[in-house]
């Protein structure tokens, strides 16, 4: 169960970083850092409702990502 835990997190952290630089910091400091969108906001110099909207695009994308890795290793995302 550990095992696979580490492969599907090695694999987000492929997806992540597949998904480039904005839209991974955006995603690292909300769920990574459990920062607020107003101390995101304030850290990248943007309004908050800016940083919720991009951050909602960003999720959109790293889920079609994360799809596409997870069943190239014939996995799902989550344990089912």
Do not use: H
């Not at 909300?30 to 940083?51: C, M, P, W």
């Amino acid at each position: 169960d550990a095992l696979w835990n580490q492969e599907r997190m090695t694999l987000l952290r492929e997806s992540l970083d597949e998904l480039g630089d904005p839209c991974r910091e955006l995603i690292e400091l909300k769920y990574f850092g459990d920062q607020s969108y107003d101390e995101i906001a304030r850290e990248l110099e943007l309004n908050s409702k800016t940083v919720s909207s991009r951050l909602s695009k960003c999720l959109d994308k790293l889920e079609s990502i994360t799809a596409r890795v997870f069943k190239r290793e014939n996995l799902s995302p989550f344990p089912v």
